[in-house]
C-alpha cells in the first residue's frame, strides 16, 4: 500500500484572465511547509478518476481558489468531486478575504469547507496562525487514536500498571511526552479486547473527553506550542 502523505494543495494555472499561475498555492505552501506539503496544479475540468488518483492517499487535501470572487461551477465541481473520494473532513477550499461567488457560498452551505484568509500569509500573522490551526486540527481529527491501546502502551512505557487503573481525568493531566499513543491501524502491542470493550463501554463519557483533550495536545504539538508537552 503506498504511504499517505500529510498535506496536498491543488491550485489551478493561469486563465485568459490571468498573466501568470496563481500564487495562493505558493503561499499556502510556505505557510504549511514543516506540516508536509505536497503541491499540483490541475485542469478545473480534472475527470474524477483522475482526481481519484491524485487525492487517494493524502490526509487532507487544500483547494486554493485566487479569485474567489469569479468561481463558478467548473471549481465547485471539482470540490464536489474531491469531497465524494476524500470526505468533507479532509477538505478546505481556501480563499483570500473578500467577495465570494455564489457557486462557491453554495458550496459552503452544503459541504463547510470554506476557509477565509486575510490579503497576506505572512509570517506569524493572524491568517496564518488561523490557517495553521485549521489544519493541524484537520490533520489531527483524521487520525483517531486507540484509546484503549493508548493506556495500555503508556502503562508499559511507564512500567506502571496503574496506568490502567487510575482515573481517565488523571490520566487526562499526563504531559503528551508521557504518552504512548496508538493508532488503530498500526501494529503495535494490543490489550486483551474484552477489556477494551469493557473500558469503552463503562467508562464512554471519560474516554471521549480523554480522546479530546489529547487532540487538543497533539494539535499543539504540531503547531509546535506544546510548552515542553504540558497542556
Same mark, same amino acid.
Given at each position: 500500500?503506498? %504511504?499517505?502523505?500529510?498535506? +496536498?494543495? +491543488?491550485? *489551478?494555472?493561469?486563465?485568459?484572465? /490571468?498573466?501568470?499561475? !496563481? /500564487?495562493?498555492?505558493?503561499?499556502?505552501?510556505?505557510?504549511?511547509?514543516? *506540516?508536509?506539503?505536497?503541491?499540483?496544479?490541475?485542469?478545473?475540468?480534472?475527470?474524477?478518476?483522475?482526481?481519484?488518483?491524485?487525492? %487517494?492517499?493524502?490526509?487532507?487535501?487544500?483547494?486554493?481558489?485566487?479569485?474567489? !470572487?469569479?468561481?463558478?461551477? #467548473?471549481?465547485?465541481?471539482?470540490?464536489?468531486?474531491?469531497?465524494?473520494?476524500?470526505? =468533507?473532513?479532509?477538505?478546505?477550499?481556501?480563499?483570500?478575504?473578500?467577495?465570494?461567488?455564489?457557486?462557491?457560498? #453554495?458550496?459552503?452551505?452544503?459541504?463547510?469547507?470554506?476557509?477565509?484568509?486575510?490579503? =497576506?500569509?505572512?509570517?506569524?500573522?493572524?491568517?496564518?496562525?488561523?490557517?495553521?490551526?485549521?489544519? %493541524?486540527?484537520?490533520?489531527?481529527?483524521?487520525?483517531? +487514536?486507540?484509546?484503549?491501546?493508548?493506556?495500555?502502551?503508556?502503562?508499559?512505557?511507564?512500567?506502571?500498571?496503574?496506568?490502567?487503573?487510575?482515573?481517565?481525568?488523571?490520566?487526562?493531566?499526563?504531559?503528551?511526552?508521557?504518552?504512548?499513543?496508538? =493508532?488503530?491501524?498500526?501494529?503495535?502491542?494490543?490489550?486483551?479486547?474484552?477489556?477494551?470493550?469493557?473500558?469503552?463501554?463503562?467508562?464512554?463519557?471519560?474516554?471521549?473527553? @480523554?480522546?479530546?483533550?489529547? #487532540? !487538543? @495536545? =497533539?494539535?499543539?504539538?504540531?503547531?509546535? #506550542?506544546?510548552?515542553?508537552?504540558?497542556?
Amino acid at each position: 500500500m503506498q %504511504a499517505s502523505e500529510p498535506l +496536498l494543495i +491543488l491550485g *489551478f494555472g493561469a486563465d485568459a484572465n /490571468d498573466s501568470v499561475a !496563481e /500564487d495562493l498555492p505558493t503561499a499556502l505552501a510556505t505557510a504549511l511547509a514543516d *506540516f508536509g506539503v505536497v503541491r499540483k496544479t490541475i485542469d478545473r475540468k480534472l475527470e474524477v478518476g483522475a482526481i481519484r488518483d491524485l487525492v %487517494a492517499n493524502v490526509e487532507l487535501v487544500i483547494v486554493a481558489v485566487e479569485h474567489p !470572487e469569479s468561481a463558478g461551477v #467548473d471549481v465547485t465541481r471539482l470540490v464536489d468531486q474531491v469531497v465524494g473520494v476524500r470526505g =468533507r473532513e479532509r477538505v478546505v477550499v481556501a480563499v483570500p478575504k473578500g467577495t465570494v461567488s455564489a457557486a462557491l457560498l #453554495d458550496l459552503d452551505r452544503r459541504q463547510s469547507v470554506l476557509l477565509t484568509l486575510g490579503r =497576506r500569509l505572512g509570517p506569524g500573522s493572524t491568517s496564518t496562525q488561523r490557517l495553521r490551526k485549521r489544519v %493541524a486540527a484537520g490533520l489531527i481529527a483524521v487520525q483517531p +487514536l486507540d484509546l484503549p491501546a493508548s493506556l495500555y502502551r503508556t502503562a508499559i512505557q511507564q512500567r506502571s500498571v496503574e496506568v490502567l487503573a487510575e482515573n481517565l481525568s488523571l490520566a487526562a493531566s499526563r504531559p503528551i511526552r508521557d504518552w504512548e499513543l496508538a =493508532r488503530p491501524e498500526d501494529h503495535g502491542l494490543r490489550p486483551n479486547p474484552l477489556w477494551s470493550s469493557w473500558l469503552a463501554a463503562s467508562h464512554e463519557l471519560e474516554l471521549a473527553r @480523554l480522546g479530546r483533550h489529547l #487532540d !487538543e @495536545l =497533539r494539535v499543539q504539538m504540531l503547531l509546535g #506550542d506544546d510548552h515542553e508537552g504540558n497542556a
